[in-house]
C-alpha cells in the first residue's frame, strides 16, 4: 500500500495536495476507492480515495494508529564523505534499516573533498532520497540527513548521545558485541576510504567516543554503516 509523509495532514479534512496530488494521479495512477496510508507526525492513517480533483485528493479515514515500524532507540549516523555516489546508497539502506539521521563528515583522509557550501546544493536530492526509502520501507518518520560537518563538530555532537562508538581497528577498542544495548540513542562515526588519521580517533576517544571494532575482516566504507546498524538493532531488539 503506497506511504505518504504530511505532518501538516488533518483528519478533520482528509486532503492531500500539491506534490502527493501529482504523485498519486499521475505517477501512481490511483482511483477513488483505492486505498493509501498517510504517515503525520507518528501516527498511520489508513485512508481510502473519495475523490480525486485538479486541486487535491480528498481522503476517508478507515483507522489511525501509532506507527509500529520505529525503532525503540535513535541512533544518528555519522559518515565520513565517501566518493562518488556511495553516499546516496548509504542514506537509502540505512533509512531502511532504521537510522534516524545521516551526518556526513568531512576528515582528513576523505578522498572527496566536497565543500560545505557545494554539499549543501546536493542535500535535497539527498533528503529525497531519504523520503523515498522511508516510504518504501514503512517508516514512521522520514529521517534527516543534515549538513556537511566537521569531525571537531560532529564530536561535539556525539557527545550528547548516550553511547557514541567510532569504528576503529585498534588494540585498544572494543567488541561491537560489548557495546551496551539498553541505551535511548546511539552516535555510529565511520569512516571513508582511508578510514581515519590516529589523531583523530584520539581526538574522538578523548571526548567519550568508544572505538569499537566489527571483526578482522575490512569492510568498505559502504558496507561498515550498514553492518553496525544491523548489529545495533538485533542487540536491541529491533530486528525481532
Given at each position: 500500500m503506497p506511504k505518504f509523509f504530511e505532518d501538516a495532514f488533518s483528519p478533520e479534512h482528509p486532503v492531500l495536495e500539491g506534490e502527493h496530488l501529482r504523485h498519486i494521479g499521475y505517477a501512481l495512477r490511483m482511483r477513488t476507492g483505492e486505498q493509501l496510508t498517510v504517515c503525520s507526525c507518528g501516527t498511520d492513517y489508513e485512508c481510502e480515495i473519495a475523490e480525486i480533483s485538479q486541486d487535491a485528493v480528498t481522503l476517508r479515514i478507515l483507522s489511525a494508529a501509532a506507527c509500529c515500524t520505529e525503532p525503540t532507540i535513535k541512533v544518528t549516523l555519522f559518515q565520513a564523505l565517501p566518493k562518488?555516489?556511495?553516499?546516496?546508497?548509504?542514506?537509502?539502506?540505512?533509512?531502511?534499516?532504521?537510522?534516524?539521521?545521516?551526518?556526513?563528515?568531512?576528515?582528513?583522509?576523505?578522498?572527496?573533498?566536497?565543500?560545505?557550501?557545494?554539499?549543501?546544493?546536493?542535500?535535497?536530492?539527498y533528503q529525497k532520497i531519504a523520503q523515498a526509502a522511508a516510504q518504501q520501507s514503512g517508516r514512521g518518520i522520514i529521517p534527516t540527513v543534515s549538513p556537511l560537518l566537521t569531525l571537531e563538530q560532529a564530536a561535539e555532537r556525539m557527545t550528547a548521545l548516550d553511547v557514541p562508538v567510532v569504528l576503529y581497528e585498534t588494540e585498544?577498542?572494543?567488541?561491537?558485541?560489548?557495546?551496551?544495548?539498553?541505551?535511548?540513542?546511539?552516535?555510529?562515526?565511520?569512516?571513508?576510504?582511508?578510514?581515519?588519521?590516529?589523531?583523530?580517533?584520539?581526538?574522538?576517544?578523548?571526548?567519550?567516543?568508544?572505538?569499537v571494532w566489527l571483526?578482522?575482516?575490512?569492510?568498505?566504507?559502504?558496507?561498515a554503516p550498514l553492518t553496525a546498524l544491523s548489529v545495533l538493532m538485533f542487540r536491541t531488539g529491533n530486528l525481532n
Open positions: 562518488s555516489d556511495k553516499l546516496e546508497q548509504i542514506i537509502q539502506k540505512s533509512v531502511e534499516l532504521g537510522v534516524t539521521e545521516i551526518v556526513p563528515v568531512l576528515t582528513r583522509r576523505c578522498i572527496s573533498r566536497m565543500s560545505a557550501a557545494d554539499f549543501q546544493k546536493k542535500l535535497p536530492r585498544g577498542g572494543i567488541s561491537f558485541a560489548d557495546v551496551r544495548a539498553d541505551a535511548k540513542s546511539y552516535g555510529l562515526c565511520i569512516g571513508s576510504e582511508g578510514g581515519f588519521d590516529p589523531e583523530e580517533i584520539e581526538m574522538l576517544t578523548a571526548r567519550g567516543v568508544q572505538a571483526g578482522k575482516r575490512i569492510l568498505r566504507c559502504e558496507t
